[in-house]
C-alpha cells in the first residue's frame, strides 16, 4: 500500500513539475514574441547606422537591448520620436548609461 502511495506521489510531483516547466517555456516564447514584435516597431524608426549599433549590443549584451527596446518603444508611443538617426541613438546610450552610473561616494 504504501509503495502505491509512494508512485502516486511521485508522479503527481512529476506531472507538476512538468507542468510549471511547460508554463514557463510558453511565458518564455510570450516574451520572446513580444520582444520581436516591439524590435521591428522600433527598427522602423532608427537609421540603418542606429539598426546596426542596436545590433551590436543585442549580440554583446541582450538584456541591455531589451532595456533599450523598452525605452525606444514608450517614446514611440508617446510620439516623443519619429525618426533616430546614429547620433541621437548614441546619446540616448549615453543618458542611459548616466542614470545606470550615476553614484556618489562621501568621506567622512
Not at 513580444?34 to 522600433?42: D, F, S
Not at 522602423?44 to 525605452?71: C, F, G, H, M, W
Amino acid at each position: 500500500m504504501s509503495d502505491e502511495l509512494e508512485e502516486l506521489k511521485k508522479k503527481r510531483l512529476l506531472e507538476a513539475l512538468q507542468k510549471q516547466q511547460s508554463e514557463a517555456a510558453e511565458e518564455q516564447a510570450r516574451l520572446e514574441q513580444q520582444i520581436r514584435a516591439l524590435e521591428m516597431i522600433v527598427k522602423r524608426v532608427l537609421t540603418k547606422e542606429a539598426v546596426e549599433r542596436y545590433s551590436n549590443i543585442k549580440a554583446v549584451d541582450p538584456q541591455r537591448a531589451v532595456l533599450i527596446l523598452a525605452v525606444l518603444g514608450q517614446l514611440i508611443e508617446q510620439k516623443k520620436i519619429t525618426r533616430i538617426d546614429d547620433a541621437q541613438f548614441k546619446e540616448l546610450l549615453r543618458e542611459m548609461s548616466a542614470e545606470k552610473h550615476d553614484f556618489k561616494i562621501k568621506r567622512k
